[in-house]
């Protein structure tokens, strides 16, 4: 099991950036693909963003979509998630997860191992 540590989460103002980080605390994820997920107050976890395993494919939701880029470096065991021109509406719980088996893994269950979460709030 693979244990993530998110960071960069933050208080941001409408239309400002936000950068999010994830690597493991032990175990190194050089070879799985990976994935953001979120979770708002009183709604289901989402999908927002995978990446192969590579880095040479990226997936994301519609409602991110040219506002958001995920990336990684495996060489440092990193993931980011660059978050742009920010809206109230991604205020949530951000999460990294790794360990689909496949591209474009949109659903939780497709991720065995997850981070704890790291706060998004984005003000009017």
């Known amino acids: 099991q693979v244990q993530l540590v998110e960071s960069g989460g933050g208080l941001v103002q409408a239309g400002g950036s936000l950068r999010l980080s994830c690597a493991p605390s032990?175990?190194?994820?050089?070879?799985?693909?990976m994935g953001w997920f979120r979770q708002a107050p009183g709604k289901e976890r989402e999908f927002v963003a995978h990446?192969?395993?590579?880095?040479?494919?990226?997936y994301y939701a519609d409602s991110v979509k040219g506002r958001f880029t995920v990336s990684r470096d495996n060489t440092k065991n990193t993931m980011t998630l660059q978050m742009n021109s920010l809206k109230p509406e991604d205020t949530a719980v951000y999460y990294c997860a790794v360990g689909c088996t496949g591209y474009g893994c949109v659903r939780a269950d497709q991720y065995p191992d997850w981070g704890q979460g790291t706060q998004v709030t984005v003000s009017s």
């Open positions: 032990g175990r190194t994820f050089s070879t799985p693909a």
């Open positions: 990446i192969s395993s590579s880095g040479s494919r990226t």
